[in-house]
């Protein structure tokens, strides 16, 4: 397949995306309709995906998979901590102050948080089946 | 990799062959599918290239992998003074 597109298109692409992102941004605040927002952020998320992969220069290799993987990695592991600790300390908060005039508020938030180190957890462990099985590691032959 | 033999360090001579060849490293990378910073991490002994990519880069010199890469042993080279601290095959 030919590719089109250099490496400055691409951030220029980039760059007219996240313009379009604040506008529609904006425009959701004044329609009051979240819905918008999060589409027009999904949309501008495909549009940069399919643009990276028109590019004509090489910008991905084994090393950039290393760096990102590593990286990703770590993040994972940081934010995994740290909503972890967010949601507990909220479930403390719901358990000591069962009557304060936020509790509900901090009780939904905190059910919320508690959703995504649980769907993180899930993710990481299908994935990480996912890859063993795709480089080996099932097999038992010797 | 800390292993019971000491730190084990791949050491290649890209540079050499890419002078040789008058390459740059921007040709070399495109020749290869990598990046530019690929072919500087190599060289500089940041990286270890996959083994594919080894050989991608020594069939495209046309030598042997062993005359692009080897592997040493800086404690026991240290130790042993004489050798170059190429790791002993077995026999």
């Given at each position: 397949m030919n590719k089109h597109l250099h490496k400055n298109g691409f951030l220029a692409i980039i760059g007219i995306v996240a313009l379009l992102e604040v506008i529609v941004f904006y425009f959701a605040i004044t329609v009051r309709s979240p819905i918008i927002c999060a589409i027009g952020l999904i949309i501008g998320i495909i549009i940069i995906t399919l643009a990276r992969t028109q590019i004509?220069?090489?910008?991905?290799d084994e090393r950039t998979e290393l760096i990102v993987g590593k990286a990703a990695t770590r993040t994972l592991h940081i934010v995994l901590i740290l909503v972890s600790a967010y949601a507990f300390s909220g479930v403390a908060v719901i358990l000591t102050?069962?009557?304060?005039?936020?509790g509900q508020i901090v009780s939904n938030f905190t059910l919320s948080y508690l959703l995504l180190p649980c769907m993180m957890i899930l993710l990481y462990t299908a994935l990480r089946y996912y890859y063993a099985y795709k480089y080996g590691g099932f097999e038992s032959e010797e | 990799m800390r292993t019971s033999m000491g730190d084990l360090k791949v050491k290649n001579r890209i540079k050499v062959f890419r002078a040789m060849h008058d390459l740059t490293q921007e040709k070399l990378a495109q020749a290869l599918g990598v990046t530019r910073q690929t072919i500087l991490a190599i060289e500089k002994e940041k990286y270890d290239p996959s083994l594919s990519l080894a050989f991608r880069i020594a069939y495209y010199f046309n030598v042997k992998i062993e005359d692009l890469f080897t592997y040493t042993n800086e404690e026991l080279q240290q130790v042993s003074g004489?050798?170059?601290?190429d790791l002993p095959w077995p026999k």
């Open positions: 004509q220069e090489i910008v991905e102050l069962p009557h304060h005039p936020c | 004489t050798s170059d601290g």
